[in-house]
C-alpha cells in the first residue's frame, strides 16, 4: 500500500490483461472493455494509460455526508447508528433513471475536490464517531481497489464498511472486493434481461450471480433493492417470479426494500410510483415467505417498520429514518417471544436520527 503522501500519483489498478493485439481487456465488471492506449471504459474512470489499467479517480472523492444507516438503506446493520457517505464520480451501468446521475455520469473530475487517503477517510469516520463507512452514489465495483484500501484502514480503526451497488461485476472482482465489505445494499434494478439490456445498458445474470454469491460464499450482511418504475418493472408476474427466486435462492431472511420512482434524469416523462404499488409488492414478496420486506421513498411507518415473523410484535419502528420503538433483547431477539431477527445488532440503537450531515474532509 503506497504511503499516504503519495496516493494521488497515477494508480495502477488490478482486474486486467494485455491482449495479442496491443490492447487492454478490462475484467473487472462483466462489460470487458477493450481499450487502445488513451482510451477509458464504459465507467470513464479505468483508463488505458502507457499499458496498464489507471484508476483515474483513486483518492479524489466528494459528497462526504454523514447519513443514518437506514438511507442506504439498510434496516438490520446496527439501526440508527450513523454512516459516513461518499461517492467519485462514473458508473459501469446506464440507467435511463439514475437518481444521482450527477455523480454516476459525471466526466469532470474536478468537482472531486476532496483529496482522501484512504488513512484520511478512516480517521474521519472514527473522529466523526460514525460506526461505519459507505462507497455510495456511484458504483463503488468501479472504485474497487480505493474501496478496498479504504476498507483495510477502516477495520484498523474499528469502523465497519458498506458497498452501496448494483453489484454488475464479475467472478474475479467480487472475490476479492467482498473480503473486505462487512455489509452491502445491492440494486436488483429489475427481473428481466429485456429491462437490464433497454433501461440499464447491461445485464441481469451478473447481478444474481453476485446475491448467489454473496449468500453462499460470504459472511457480508446483505439486503435488496428494487427501485419500482411504472409500466417497466412493477407488474405483478414481475414481482412474483422476483420473490419468488430471492425466496429459493437466497433465502427469506434477506431484508428487501422496494421504493419509489421519481421522474429523474433520462426519464422525466415517466410518473411517480403510486404507493400503492409498493403495498401490493410487499404482500407478494411477504406470500412468498420474505420476512422482512419494505417500502421507501414514500412516507410509510407500516411498511418501513421491522416486525417479528414468529408473533408479529413491532422489533424496531420506523418513521422515515427516525426510530421509535425499539423492542428486541440480547441484540437480534424478539422482546416478546424471542425468536431471532437476522441482522447485525447493538444491545442498544444508535441515536443518530435522521439528520443528513455534510462533511469537510479538509477539517481531518
Known amino acids: 500500500m503506497r504511503q499516504a503522501s503519495h496516493f494521488l500519483e497515477p494508480y495502477v489498478g488490478r482486474y486486467w490483461k494485455k491482449l495479442e493485439d496491443g490492447r487492454i481487456l478490462c475484467e473487472l465488471c462483466p462489460r470487458y472493455c477493450h481499450l487502445g492506449e488513451g ?27 454523514i447519513d443514518p444507516v437506514e438511507k442506504k438503506p439498510l434496516n438490520h446493520f446496527y439501526p440508527g ?52 463507512v459507505a462507497f455510495t452514489y456511484n458504483d463503488p465495483v468501479i472504485f474497487a481497489e480505493y474501496a478496498i484500501d479504504i476498507a483495510k484502514e477502516c477495520h484498523k480503526l474499528g469502523v465497519k464498511t458498506v458497498a452501496v451497488t448494483a453489484g454488475y461485476m464479475t467472478e474475479k472482482s467480487r472475490l476479492e472486493f467482498y473480503q473486505y465489505m462487512d455489509a452491502a445494499n445491492v440494486d436488483l434494478k429489475g427481473f428481466t434481461q429485456e429491462f437490464y439490456k433497454n433501461i440499464t445498458l447491461g445485464d441481469l445474470q451478473p447481478v444474481m450471480d453476485t446475491l448467489v454469491y454473496l449468500k453462499r460464499e460470504t459472511s457480508v450482511w446483505f439486503e435488496i433493492t428494487t427501485l419500482l418504475i411504472p409500466g417497466l418493472n412493477d407488474s405483478d408476474k414481475e414481482v412474483h417470479e422476483m420473490t419468488g427466486w430471492i425466496a429459493r435462492e437466497i433465502g427469506v431472511d434477506v431484508p428487501l426494500h422496494f421504493t419509489a420512482f421519481h421522474p429523474d434524469f433520462r426519464m422525466l416523462d415517466r410518473p411517480a410510483t403510486p404507493p400503492a404499488t409498493l403495498t401490493r409488492a410487499r404482500k407478494i414478496a411477504v406470500s412468498k415467505g420474505l420476512r422482512y420486506v419494505y417500502t421507501g421513498n414514500v412516507h410509510d411507518p407500516g411498511g418501513s417498520s421491522t416486525y417479528c415473523h414468529n408473533c408479529g410484535e413491532t422489533l424496531i419502528e420506523r418513521d422515515w429514518y427516525q426510530l421509535g420503538a425499539y423492542n428486541l433483547k440480547d441484540k437480534n431477539k424478539c422482546a416478546r417471544c424471542g425468536t431471532v431477527c437476522a441482522g447485525h445488532f447493538d444491545d442498544t440503537p444508535g441515536t443518530w436520527g435522521p439528520r443528513r450531515q455534510p462533511v469537510r474532509l479538509a477539517d481531518f
Open 39 to 65: 482510451q477509458r471504459g464504459f465507467c470513464f474512470v479505468r483508463q488505458n494509460i502507457g499499458g496498464k489499467i489507471i484508476l483515474t479517480t483513486y483518492g479524489r472523492s466528494s459528497g462526504f455526508c
Open 81 to 132: 447508528t450513523s454512516i459516513l457517505s461518499f461517492g467519485t464520480a462514473g458508473c459501469n451501468l446506464g440507467c435511463k433513471f439514475c437518481q444521482n446521475w450527477d455523480i454516476s455520469k459525471s466526466r469532470e473530475f474536478d468537482r472531486l475536490t476532496d483529496q482522501a487517503s484512504p488513512e484520511k477517510i478512516a480517521r474521519a469516520a472514527k473522529a466523526l464517531h460514525c460506526k461505519s
